[in-house]
């Protein structure tokens, strides 16, 4: 069956620091792959979206590396703050047909000041 | 200016109700989306539809049922809710071949009693 798997385990991480999240799947052949944060209460925004003929993407603080290979996308912030706490969300868009994006459960990270 | 607006933010119900829930999207995307999101913050397809095409996600019960009367509008109509129902859902929209993923409404806490 496909999945999508990210650590279910909060990521605690020193404010100025680097956290780093996995995202691995397995029966999917993404065209390309999403990262999305989400606040309580609020609705998922989108952040970085990097395609399977690329191998890293950068947007301000934000890396994210996808590895076709090895069926995986790490998602970095660096110099982390408090304001990043959040949940985030890793999304697959299929290759073929239905354009509909598979999200993975999130992890949620907190940054301490 | 709210991209995607849904209404309402909150709704309690009784079981055996017929309900609705409506979004409205601003940005000219040309598909819309329902996702659920259950008491695990698992984020789960409904349905997706542009314009013509209208795409069930299998595992929905029939009982939910997406009306479309424009591109711009996508709503939700649930006949028979049942405790199961209770989740937030989310409206989200996109436009095929951007970088910009998708789009999501601040979602609709449904509470069946």
């Known amino acids: 069956s496909q999945k999508i798997e990210q650590n279910s385990e909060a990521l605690n991480i020193q404010e100025g620091k680097t956290a780093t999240l996995t995202c691995n799947y397995t029966n999917y052949s993404p065209a390309y792959l999403q990262w999305y944060r989400q606040d309580p209460g609020r609705g998922p925004v989108f952040l970085l979206l990097i395609r399977e003929n690329e191998k890293e993407k950068r947007k301000e603080r934000l890396k994210v590396t996808f590895d076709t290979t090895l069926k995986q996308s790490l998602f970095h912030i660096t110099a982390s703050q408090p304001a990043d706490s959040a949940t985030y969300l890793c999304?697959?868009?299929?290759?073929?047909?239905?354009?509909?994006?598979?999200f993975g459960k999130g992890n949620q990270v907190v940054v301490i000041p | 200016d709210t991209a995607v607006s849904q209404t309402p933010k909150y709704l309690v119900t009784q079981m055996g109700n017929d309900k609705s829930i409506k979004c409205e999207q601003n940005l000219g995307h040309d598909t819309m989306y329902w996702y659920k999101q259950d008491s695990k913050k698992f984020l789960k397809i409904m349905f997706s539809y542009n314009n013509k095409e209208l795409i069930i996600n299998e595992t929905v019960p029939n009982r939910f049922s997406p009306k479309s009367p424009d591109k711009a509008h996508l709503n939700l109509h649930i006949n028979s809710l049942e405790l199961g129902d209770s989740a937030v859902y989310f409206c989200?929209?996109?436009?095929?071949?951007?970088?910009?993923?998708?789009?999501f409404g601040s979602g609709t806490r449904l509470t069946v009693v």
């Open positions: 989200a929209s996109s436009q095929k071949a951007t970088n910009y993923g998708y789009t």
């Open positions: 999304a697959l868009d299929p290759r073929y047909g239905n354009n509909r994006l598979a």
